[in-house]
T-cell receptor, first 115, second 115 residues
């Protein structure tokens, strides 16, 4: 069953602008991960944020996590045409004895960056 | 980073035939491998989790007799779609992780078209 819900479903911006995507989830998590998928290709791991972390940075990426609201956001600053892709959040949820280890993916946000 | 390969990258087959997809971890030992399915414009749905040397755990609604998973070694897992039907046409993606690591490494995916 799906746990994460991203919004918006689609986002179109101009090169140089910032892009913000949000993800909400339902159950307690061990960590939350963001992935990128170019059309018809595999997934690329972008960033992982643990349940006890609130913010994480990686290059032009900034991820926040609010466990009280069960939500996360991914910010891409100074976007480029090459950032055009679908972005998914995935939750690693708690199970008996700790992390269940399997990821539950959201529906994704399709980002289009126009040059 | 860790590399996961899939073979074949795409396959077209006739209805009723069986198709085998391989997932290999190239530079690390994958104690756990995951198989996902992605329909067009949709998110990834976990099909099954397999640990080396033991039977795969299937998600609800996934027929284990139709989707045979073998994780015979620490670097290879196979998914066999038996008696394929057009509705099995999809993008199949595997991922692998080592021991209790949180990060999964995804393969590039296999596109299956059943005629």
């Amino acid at each position: 069953s799906q746990q994460g819900e991203e919004d918006p479903q689609a986002l179109s911006i101009q090169e140089g602008e910032n892009a913000t995507m949000n993800c909400s989830y339902k159950t307690s998590i061990n960590n939350l991960q963001w992935y990128r998928q170019n059309s018809g290709r595999g997934l690329v791991h972008l960033i992982l944020i643990r349940s006890n972390e609130r913010e994480k940075h990686s290059g032009r990426l900034r991820v926040t996590l609010d466990t009280s609201k069960k939500s996360s956001s991914l910010l891409i600053t100074a976007s480029r045409a090459a950032d055009t892709a679908s972005y998914f959040c995935a939750t690693d949820i708690w199970g008996y004895g700790g992390s269940q280890g399997n990821l539950i993916f959201g529906k994704g946000t399709k980002l289009s960056v126009k040059p | 980073g860790a590399v996961v390969s899939q073979h074949p990258s795409w396959v077209i087959c006739k209805s009723g035939t069986s198709v085998k997809i391989e997932c290999r971890s190239l530079d690390f030992q994958a104690t756990t491998m995951f198989w996902y399915r992605q329909f067009p414009k949709q998110s990834l749905m976990l099909m099954a989790t397999s640990n080396e040397g033991s039977k795969a755990t299937y998600e609800q609604g996934v027929e284990k007799d139709k989707f045979l998973i073998n994780h015979a070694s620490l670097t290879l897992s196979t998914l066999t779609v038996t008696s394929a039907h057009p509705e099995d046409s999809s993008f199949y993606i595997c991922s692998a992780r080592f021991s209790s690591q949180e990060t999964q490494y995804f393969g590039p995916g296999t596109r299956l078209l059943v005629l």
